[in-house]
C-alpha cells in the first residue's frame, strides 16, 4: 500500500554534500568510498565477524577503496561494538573508519550519495541508498529486506543463515562491476516509491 517515509526525503544537494563531506574529513580522499553496515545485536557470532572483516579487506585489496562503517543502531553495544571487533579482525584495517557520534541523517545521505558502493543488512541504510541511488549489495537478514530488494527488481548478496565468503566474493565482483546497472535500476524506481512513500501523510490525515 505504501512505502517507508524515508523514501520522501529530499535528497542533499550537490554543495550541500560537498559542505558535509569537507567537515567529516571525506573530502580530500581520492579513494572510492564504500560503506558497510551490519546488524550486530542478537547476531553476535565470530562468524559473522570474520565474513565481514573478509569481506572488507577483500574490498580494499581488489579495488582500492576507503571503508566507512555507518552503525544504523546507534546504542554503544550493537552496531559499532561489532564493528570495532570488525575492525580488530581485518588486515587493512587502516583504510577503514567507524562514522563517529552523534551524526545527523542529512550527513550519513551525503556520504551515502558520494559512495561507490553501500553493503548492508539494516533495512534503513538500504532505504538511505536506494533515496539517492548509489549502488548497494544487501544482506538478508530478516524478510523485510528482502522484501524491499525486491521492489527494485534485486535479490540479496548473502544471507546471514549462510556466510559464503567465496561466493560473496564473486557477488562483490559482480557489483563493482555492474555499479551503474544498479543505480540506473533504482533511479528506474525512485519517483514512483518516493510518491507513494510522501502519500504516508494523506493516508493518515484520512484515518483521523
Given at each position: 500500500?505504501?512505502?517507508?517515509?524515508?523514501?520522501?526525503?529530499?535528497?542533499?544537494?550537490?554543495?550541500?554534500?560537498?559542505?558535509?563531506?569537507?567537515?567529516?574529513?571525506?573530502?580530500?580522499?581520492?579513494?572510492?568510498?564504500?560503506?558497510?553496515?551490519?546488524?550486530y545485536?542478537?547476531?553476535?557470532?565470530?562468524?559473522?565477524?570474520?565474513?565481514?572483516?573478509?569481506?572488507?579487506?577483500?574490498?580494499?585489496?581488489?579495488?582500492?577503496?576507503?571503508?566507512?562503517?555507518?552503525?544504523?543502531?546507534?546504542?554503544?553495544?550493537?552496531?559499532?561494538?561489532?564493528?570495532?571487533?570488525v575492525?580488530?579482525?581485518?588486515?587493512?584495517?587502516?583504510?577503514?573508519?567507524?562514522?563517529?557520534?552523534?551524526?545527523?541523517?542529512?550527513?550519513?545521505?551525503?556520504?551515502?550519495?558520494?559512495?561507490?558502493?553501500?553493503?548492508?543488512s539494516?533495512?534503513?541504510?538500504?532505504?538511505?541508498?536506494?533515496?539517492?541511488?548509489?549502488?548497494?549489495?544487501?544482506?538478508?537478514?530478516?524478510?523485510?529486506?528482502?522484501?524491499?530488494?525486491?521492489?527494485?527488481?534485486?535479490?540479496?548478496?548473502?544471507?546471514?543463515?549462510?556466510?559464503?565468503?567465496?561466493?560473496?566474493?564473486?557477488?562483490?565482483?559482480?557489483?563493482?562491476?555492474?555499479?551503474?546497472?544498479?543505480?540506473?535500476?533504482?533511479?528506474?524506481?525512485?519517483?514512483?516509491?518516493?510518491?507513494?512513500?510522501?502519500?504516508?501523510?494523506?493516508?493518515?490525515?484520512?484515518?483521523l
Amino acid at each position: 500500500t505504501t512505502a517507508d517515509p524515508v523514501l520522501g526525503l529530499r535528497p542533499p544537494t550537490e554543495s550541500e554534500m560537498d559542505s558535509i563531506q569537507q567537515r567529516l574529513g571525506f573530502a580530500d580522499d581520492p579513494r572510492p568510498l564504500v560503506i558497510i553496515n551490519f546488524a550486530y545485536g542478537l547476531d553476535r557470532r565470530d562468524a559473522l565477524l570474520d565474513f565481514i572483516a573478509q569481506s572488507a579487506d577483500y574490498l580494499v585489496q581488489q579495488f582500492g577503496v576507503r571503508l566507512l562503517f555507518i552503525p544504523m543502531n546507534v546504542l554503544a553495544a550493537t552496531d559499532r561494538a561489532g564493528m570495532q571487533l570488525v575492525l580488530e579482525r581485518m588486515d587493512h584495517a587502516e583504510s577503514a573508519s567507524i562514522l563517529p557520534m552523534p551524526y545527523a541523517h542529512e550527513e550519513v545521505l551525503a556520504l551515502v550519495r558520494s559512495a561507490a558502493l553501500i553493503i548492508s543488512s539494516r533495512m534503513h541504510l538500504l532505504i538511505l541508498a536506494a533515496l539517492v541511488c548509489a549502488p548497494v549489495v544487501g544482506i538478508s537478514r530478516v524478510p523485510k529486506v528482502d522484501a524491499f530488494l525486491a521492489r527494485y527488481g534485486m535479490s540479496a548478496g548473502a544471507s546471514t543463515e549462510d556466510l559464503d565468503f567465496a561466493a560473496f566474493q564473486l557477488v562483490l565482483d559482480q557489483a563493482w562491476e555492474n555499479r551503474s546497472v544498479i543505480q540506473a535500476r533504482l533511479e528506474g524506481e525512485r519517483e514512483r516509491l518516493s510518491e507513494i512513500a510522501r502519500s504516508n501523510a494523506h493516508y493518515f490525515e484520512e484515518i483521523l
